[in-house]
C-alpha cells in the first residue's frame, strides 16, 4: 500500500453503524434518568419536611411560628440544590432529545438523518457545558413542583401567627407577633413579603420563557375541540390523517351502524 492510499484512509471518516448509536443513545439515557431520579429525591424531601413543619405547627397552641420559618428556609434550599441538579439533567436530557430528533425521528420516517442536530450532538460531547442558567432552572422548578410547597408554607405560617394564641386587636399587633428572637416582627415580614414576590415572580416568568430542549410540552388541542371538552379532556388532540398517494380517491363515509 503506497503512502497516498494510507494517507487517504487515514483521512476517511468511519462508518457509524446503528449499532453504535444505540449504545450512545442507552448511555445518554441512563444518565439522563440517574439525574432524573435525584431530582424526584429531593422534592421527596421538600414534601416530607412541609408535612413535619405543618404537623409540629399546629400540634399545640404554645408551639412557634418560628417552625414555618425553618420550614420555608429548608424548602428553600431544597430547591436551590434541585435547580443545580435540574442543570445537569438538562445537558443530559439535551443529548437524549437531539439523538432522537436527529437521529432516531429521520429513521423511522425513512428520512436522511439532521446533519444540523448531530453536529450539535457532536460539539456538545466534545466540550460539554450547561446550557441552563440558574435562573431559568429554579423558575422551571417552580413551576413544576416547588411554587405549591412554598404556597402552603406561607399560607400555614400566616394563619399561625393570625390565630395562636388568639386573633390579633389590629395589624400592628400582628406584625409584632412575627419576631424572632432578637429579630421585630417588620423585618421578618419584609423577608417573607421578597421572598414570596421574588418566587411569583419567578413562577409567572416561567409560563414566558423559552422552554429548555427536554421539557416535555402538552400537544395543543385541535381547533374544533369544544370548550368544555377542556374540563374531562385536557389534552385531547385530534388524530393524524393518513398520507393518501396522490391520484387516489378518497372513499365515502360509512353510514353509522
Do not use: C
Not at 503512502?3 to 468511519?14: A, H, T, Y
Not at 391520484?247 to 353510514?255: A, D, I, Y
Amino acid at each position: 500500500m503506497s503512502v497516498k492510499e494510507r494517507r487517504q484512509n487515514d483521512l476517511e471518516q468511519p462508518v457509524v453503524s446503528q449499532q453504535a448509536m444505540a449504545q450512545l443513545f442507552r448511555g445518554e439515557l441512563s444518565r439522563s434518568d440517574t439525574w432524573r431520579t435525584r431530582l424526584d429525591t429531593t422534592t421527596n424531601w421538600a414534601l416530607t419536611t412541609t408535612a413535619a413543619v405543618i404537623s409540629f405547627g399546629f400540634a399545640t397552641p404554645q408551639s412557634s411560628h418560628v417552625t414555618f420559618l425553618v420550614g420555608i428556609w429548608m424548602v428553600v434550599s431544597f430547591l436551590l440544590i434541585e435547580a443545580r441538579r435540574y442543570r445537569y439533567y438538562d445537558l443530559w436530557n439535551r443529548r437524549v432529545r437531539l439523538l432522537e430528533d436527529g437521529w432516531w425521528a429521520p429513521m423511522l420516517r425513512r428520512e436522511p438523518v439532521d446533519p444540523d442536530a448531530l453536529r450539535e450532538l457532536a460539539v456538545e460531547m466534545s466540550r460539554p457545558q450547561i446550557q441552563l442558567s440558574l435562573v431559568s432552572a429554579i423558575a422551571t422548578r417552580l413551576n413544576r413542583a416547588y411554587g405549591p410547597i412554598l404556597i402552603v408554607l406561607l399560607v400555614t405560617w400566616f394563619f399561625k401567627v393570625y390565630s395562636h394564641p388568639r386573633p390579633p386587636r389590629d395589624f400592628g399587633d400582628f406584625v409584632d407577633r412575627a419576631h424572632v428572637a432578637w429579630i421585630p416582627g417588620p423585618v421578618v415580614m419584609a423577608s417573607l413579603l421578597f421572598l414570596t414576590v421574588a418566587a411569583a415572580y419567578l413562577f409567572t416568568a416561567s409560563f414566558f420563557i423559552r422552554a429548555p430542549l427536554g421539557e416535555l410540552r402538552t400537544r395543543p388541542r385541535g381547533r374544533r375541540a369544544a370548550l368544555w371538552e377542556a374540563f374531562y379532556r385536557p389534552y385531547a388532540i385530534q388524530r393524524r390523517k393518513r398520507p393518501r398517494a396522490p391520484g387516489t380517491r378518497s372513499s365515502p363515509p360509512r353510514p353509522p351502524a
